[in-house]
């Protein structure tokens, strides 16, 4: 199983950024796909996850009306389109996989199966 995570970047406060996730070599009819952040010694922070089976998403309050999840246009590809960016956005933002759903994807210290090496979103003016 792989989880490429990419789309990071510089942007100024304020500023948009579209984070893509492709995901490959799992067969799972269900599953769900997400993005957390964590940055070195913090706690790690779940934004957003979508359901593959009904495509409902789910967000974290801190993220809900500025970050949208979306599938993509390929198989198993999911965005995470970051808008309004604030100052304390920055981190490394990874997707992760999950099965069936997005039930537990919030639960603090989930173990997801597979997750990807994080891209880089930095805010600053």
């Known amino acids: 199983v792989q989880l490429q995570a990419s789309g990071g970047g510089s942007v100024q406060p304020g500023g948009s950024l579209r984070l893509t996730c492709i995901a490959s070599?799992?067969?799972?009819?269900?599953?769900?796909i997400g993005w957390y952040r964590q940055a070195p010694g913090k706690e790690r922070e779940a934004l957003a996850c979508i359901n593959s089976r009904d495509g409902n998403t789910y967000y974290a309050d801190s993220v809900k009306g500025r970050f949208t999840i979306a599938n993509g246009n390929g198989e198993k590809t999911v965005y995470l389109q970051l808008s309004r960016l604030k100052a304390e956005d920055p981190d490394v933002y990874y997707c992760a996989l999950d099965h069936p759903t997005c039930d537990r994807f919030f639960e603090a210290r989930r173990l997801y199966d597979w997750w990807g090496q994080g891209t880089q979103v930095t805010v600053s003016s």
């Open positions: 070599g799992f067969s799972w009819e269900n599953y769900a």
